[in-house]
């Protein structure tokens, strides 16, 4: 970063942040003078967590009764439903699935086997918790503050050892502990515990560098004492392990939390485990103070955390699930134990609620937008796996959705263990709605949803005209952010089937090449002018001169659903080129996009036009046409553009090259799968009008379709279309629409659409 550059950002650092750091930096310093000491407070049994009047706490645990403590209404805040051989019942017969697959993934942890992040490995015995799990070489160890967790030079991927220590896979070895009463499970857990105490002590090594690592930990060690003490015979030691480690996390969060270093999923996951550690356990030292602070921290971040239409502001749908999780596991405590939740976050939650509602797919998970790992803030399953619908379960009951109850497809297994008994009830008795709304404008994050239905077998579609993320500048001043350069990109599913994406994200550290180009503009279904991105990389995360953009409008009637926005992404280059795409859904049957491409100067430019599909498709050439046909398991898509006949233009078809830019998607963390992607490429001046004809296939449903360079002429059953080009040169109608006595004209200048 250039002395200007590092000017410029510092002038943007107000005296609050600046106090906030300065006083960060004094902790940190005080810390490390105290370090000695700490440790062996650390390592004292005698050491007390609990304030004087509180100790009798431990005498339950000691009796060998620790289900009066944390299974007993009315003694004390309880984290949920208490845990019965009534509940344990329920789920082994409503969840038999589920069950089946705890008791197997509990079984592959006993033997140390793990497969999350991309990799798949089996650790040691004692597990080397300091050491990369792939290829068992050590990270550096020391006071936290001294483990550099940003460079490229450890020895392997920062987030596998991170993965490993979060301790989440001891929430299903507990669960299946509690489920089957098998002593095997017990046996383990109570070893891992010990080992993990005593080899990554307060403030040691990686497990404590991160203060996101240190609230995700804490939370997992909750819910994992929940199960665990409701077991036929859990061990007294092992509890009071449990509890001294979320003692010292509260601790250590109390002095750490991310308001300026990162302040989204990174604060909101330190601050819910916080407030968790503070409400549950009130006898610990200072717990009162911590959960005010957090309660405090989560109610003034909340509208700072979504959009006002719900959508994350860090424009990726992973982590709005991750920081919508904490919330929810906050708003699930104070309802259970009759507190009053502040309002802000009730109106804000039950807005992202909805936003994810409005992007889920036909199948129930969601499109791979922005930055992805794994994050799972509520884990009681496989945390892999694309599908949040378990949080309608919570919105259906909180605030009365029967639509968001559909959305669920019923009762799904997190909202089981955390939902109280009554709340189980209610969610039974609700009656269940069909979201009315096919078409959604979500005009403050940025996403155009467009629907035939609320089927498995309904068309779905996108449009993305939105900001890239919060925090980013439009100069050169680097902000790392988790939103991609994808302005204007469409994803499509027909039938209910995702078969033009986007193509995820694939790593953070290591193998910079393929961290870059999954966040580029090339790897999303849109344009790329002169082979350059929307916005600038600038580092692992970083990004600089982030895109200008526009809604410029959008229309819903008479059968046509759409939206037209454009950018200013390519305004560094010579002649200042501007992107505009029109996004059309017709009768609810099929797409037309329109991409109008202009300039300032008769500059000749490199286009290109990406598609990227999912890795079970088959792409192939249409014969005689430009178009492809992308045929997925049950569907498929013509894809037909209209390039100008004066112009030579290029098609290639590239699948799992060497590589990132040769056909791979990366649906979560590092798991790249070869995938067809269709590049077109030309070289012209501007203006540059093309539209692109995308009809969904079935076997039951075939197209007629008669295509020349100016004009479409579409038949399905015994409706037919007509898309035209203008035909004078000099008129500001761009294209016109018919489907039967009604049209639509794309014009121009504003209002974009207009009907006749």
């Known amino acids: 970063m250039s002395i200007k550059t590092k000017l410029k950002k510092l002038s943007r650092v107000t005296a609050a942040e600046l106090l906030f750091r300065l006083k960060e930096k004094w902790i940190i310093i005080r810390e490390k003078k105290a370090y000695p000491a700490i440790l062996d407070q650390y390592f004292d049994d005698d050491f007390s967590l609990f304030m004087d009047d509180a100790a009798q706490m431990l005498k339950p645990i000691d009796e060998g009764s620790p289900a009066q403590i944390f299974h007993s209404p009315g003694r004390r805040p309880l984290l949920s439903e208490p ?37 798949s490995f089996q650790l040691p015995d004692p597990i080397p918790w300091q050491s990369d799990p792939v290829s068992l070489k050590p990270f550096p160890t020391g006071f936290y503050d001294e483990v550099d967790i940003f460079t490229n030079q450890n020895p392997g991927d920062i987030k596998h050892v991170w993965e490993v220590n979060r301790l989440q896979f001891l929430i299903e070895m507990a669960k299946a502990y509690y489920l089957t009463d098998d002593e095997k499970y017990r046996r383990k857990i109570d070893a891992l515990l010990d080992d993990w ?14 203060a996101l690592e240190v609230g995700v930990r804490a939370l997992a060690l909750i819910w994992t004492l929940h199960f665990y003490s409701a077991g036929n015979n859990p061990n007294p030691q092992t509890i009071k392990t449990i509890l001294k480690i979320l003692y010292w996390s509260g601790l250590f969060l109390n002095d750490h939390l991310s308001i300026y270093f990162s302040p989204y999923n990174h604060l909101i996951g330190e601050t819910a485990a916080l407030f968790a550690i503070g409400f549950l356990f009130p006898e610990f030292k200072g717990a009162d103070r911590w959960r005010q602070k957090a309660l405090r921290v989560l109610k003034d971040q909340v509208e700072k955390q979504f959009h006002a239409d719900g959508g994350s502001v860090e424009q990726a749908t992973f982590y709005h699930h991750f920081t919508l999780g904490f919330y929810l596991q906050a708003i699930a405590l104070l309802r259970h134990n009759r507190k009053a939740v502040p309002p802000e976050m ?17 199948d129930g998970t969601f499109p791979y937008l922005g930055d992805i790992d794994d994050a799972r803030s509520i884990y009681f399953s496989d945390p892999t796996s694309w599908d949040f619908r378990s949080y309608q379960c919570f919105g259906a009951v909180w605030f009365k959705r029967g639509d968001m109850k559909f959305m669920s497809g019923g009762m799904q297994e997190d909202a089981f263990w955390m939902l109280s008994e009554q709340e189980l009830k209610d969610f039974e008795t609700l009656k269940t709605e069909k979201p009315r709304a096919k078409t959604i404008f979500l005009d403050q994050s940025g996403y155009y949803v467009f629907r035939s239905g609320f089927e498995e077998s309904s068309h779905f579609s996108l449009m993305d005209c939105g900001p890239l993320a919060d925090g980013v500048f439009y100069d050169e001043t680097p902000s790392a952010a988790h939103g991609h350069a994808d302005l204007l990109q469409i994803e499509i599913a027909p039938c209910g089937e995702s078969l ?13 090449d393929w961290h870059t180009y999954f966040r580029s503009t090339a790897a999303h279904n849109t344009v790329t002018i002169n082979g350059q991105s929307q916005a600038r990389q600038t580092g692992i995360l970083k990004w600089s001169f982030a895109p200008r953009f526009k ?25 200042k080129p501007v992107h505009r795409r029109y996004f059309l859904f017709i009768d609810q049957t099929f797409w037309l996009v329109v991409d109008y491409l202009y300039a300032k100067e008769n500059t000749a430019f490199d286009l290109e036009w990406n598609w990227h599909f999912n890795h079970f498709v088959q792409v192939e050439k249409l014969a005689n046409q430009t178009g492809f046909k992308a045929s997925g398991r049950n569907s498929a898509l013509l894809i037909l553009p209209a390039f100008p006949a004066n112009l030579q233009t290029a098609a290639e078809l590239k699948k799992g090259g060497k590589n990132p830019d040769e056909g791979w998607i990366s649906p979560t963390y590092r798991r790249r799968l070869p995938a067809p992607l269709l590049s077109y490429q030309l070289k012209t001046s501007l203006p540059l009008i093309v539209p692109i004809v995308i009809l969904p296939e079935k076997q039951d449903a075939r197209w007629e379709v008669r295509q020349t360079e100016s004009d479409y002429s579409l038949r399905l059953d015994r409706q037919s279309y007509q898309i035209k080009r203008a035909e004078r040169p000099d008129s500001d109608e761009i294209l016109t629409v018919t489907v039967g006595n009604q049209t639509l004209y794309l014009t121009g200048r504003e209002p974009y659409f207009r009907q006749s």
Not at 87 to 112: G, P, S, V, W, Y
Not at 200 to 209: E, F, K, S, V
Request: aromatic share 16%; net charge positive; hydrophobic share 30%.
């Open 83 to 119: 845990l019965s051989e009534k509940k344990k019942e329920i789920f082994k017969k409503q969840f038999n699935r589920q069950f089946k697959k705890t008791i197997e993934r509990a079984d592959d942890f006993l033997q140390h086997k793990f497969r999350f992040l991309g990799v």
């Open 197 to 210: 105490y005593r080899k990554n002590p307060y403030q040691t090594g990686i497990a404590w560098a991160s």
């Open 346 to 362: 009730l109106q804000r939650v039950e807005k992202a609620l909805e936003f994810s509602k409005h992007m889920m797919r036909p």
């Open 500 to 512: 033009l994406i986007d193509p995820g994200f694939s790593n953070y550290r290591g193998e910079y």
């Open 551 to 575: 809604r410029l409008s959008v229309v819903q009637q008479n059968g046509f659903s759409g939206v037209c926005g454009e950018h200013y992404g390519y305004q560094k280059l010579t002649g």
